[in-house]
């Protein structure tokens, strides 16, 4: 048996297609997640008793034998920087010598997006357990951009004019793969996963709006006028703050970053907006006239 590789997040976007594409590699798997019955069937795939992230002595358990860890940022959370460290510390613990993160374009500790300062602080505490690393910095996924859409046909938000190199899933799980397959020519090294432009959301709104056939509009907001326009949802104050701070993270130009990661590492090209609405029609049809 070869090296195993213990896949996080194998029923979500991005773990899920990770894991599908690891099996068709013929690698050996651990796929760890809370609720075992909804982790998909693979080829060579075992599934780990159940553990959350901020289960030190279950994660230890889900990880036993395994010698890369591939550990998908967890949904967020006030807390989400102790559930990493601890995630992180129980792989270490069970022997694992390798972690490749997915974290996020700009982390940073006074990033504008407040949840890319939880992935920074993560980098920073993987790099300090002396294990080998790779981080995949992901901007904002294509998916992201008809979900912006409100009943009303409207993106709100200050994003201002700023620009947005958002990448699609398929492209971040073939990156994945490639870094994951790779042996240690990726150990220390952080890709900046894009795509292959930067679009404004009043961009975005146009090509939402060719596809929908009805008009999807743009209204940027101040941070006064966006909490006023969320407060129904009655969010704690950190979700809040990272909804709102992601678009002023795009009028910064903290996600316009455009980098040859995706075409680097899986020999094609990054898929666009257009690309994606075209091959991905459920995401916008709640978006049809």
Do not use: C
């Not at 455009?258 to 990054?270: I, M, Y």
């Amino acid at each position: 048996m070869g090296p195993v590789i213990a896949v996080t997040g194998a029923s979500g976007q991005v773990g899920g297609r990770v894991a599908r594409r690891l099996a068709e590699a013929g690698v050996t798997q651990r796929l760890l997640g809370r609720d075992p019955s909804r982790l998909p069937e693979f080829e060579g795939a075992v599934k780990a008793p159940p553990a959350s992230y901020g289960d030190d002595a279950a994660m230890r358990r889900a990880l036993a034998g395994a010698d890369t860890l591939f550990l998908v940022s967890a949904r967020e959370s006030a807390d989400r920087v102790r559930e990493h460290i601890t995630a992180v510390d129980a792989a270490v613990a069970a022997g694992v010598g390798r972690i490749v993160y997915v974290s996020f374009l700009g982390a940073a500790p006074d990033a504008t997006f407040t949840f890319a300062r939880d992935h920074w602080h993560t980098e920073q505490h993987i790099r300090a357990t002396g294990v080998r690393y790779t981080f995949l910095r992901d901007s904002l996924y294509l998916a992201g951009l008809p979900a912006m859409v409100g009943a009303d046909g409207v993106i709100r938000g200050p994003g201002g004019d700023g620009r947005v190199s958002a990448v699609a899933h398929d492209d971040v799980a073939d990156s994945a793969a490639a870094v994951l397959l790779g042996g240690n020519a990726h150990d220390g090294l952080r890709y900046d996963l894009t795509g292959p432009d930067a679009l404004t959301l009043a961009e975005a709104a146009a090509e939402l709006t060719r596809f929908a056939g009805r008009p999807i509009r743009y209204v940027a907001e101040t941070r006064d006028q966006a909490y006023a326009s969320r407060a129904h949802y009655n969010a704690p104050a950190w979700e809040m703050a990272g909804w709102v701070t992601s678009y002023e993270a795009i009028a910064t130009g903290e996600m316009s970053e455009v980098s040859t990661a995706v075409p680097n590492l899986t020999g094609r090209p990054a898929q666009n907006l257009a690309g994606y609405l075209t091959t991905h029609p459920r995401a916008w049809e709640h978006l049809k006239a």
